[in-house]
């Protein structure tokens, strides 16, 4: 799961939200906001970059107030 047991999303979690329109053709997803690219490969990813990937899905939100 991606949950830490003080409710906060683990940070190397998946982002998805289960709207994926990557499939539809989208480069990026309206769901979560990955790339198609980030998606597809995401099982393939360390920490690291998982890490890296969400922190820049939740500057891109930030800044989308």
Known sequence: MGLKISG???VTASPCVG???TTLGDDVCR???RTFEEVLNWHSYDDEQKAAINLRLKKEAGSKR
């Open 19 to 21: 709207v994926c329109s």
């Open 8 to 10: 906060e999303r683990d």
């Open 31 to 33: 769901g979560c906001g």
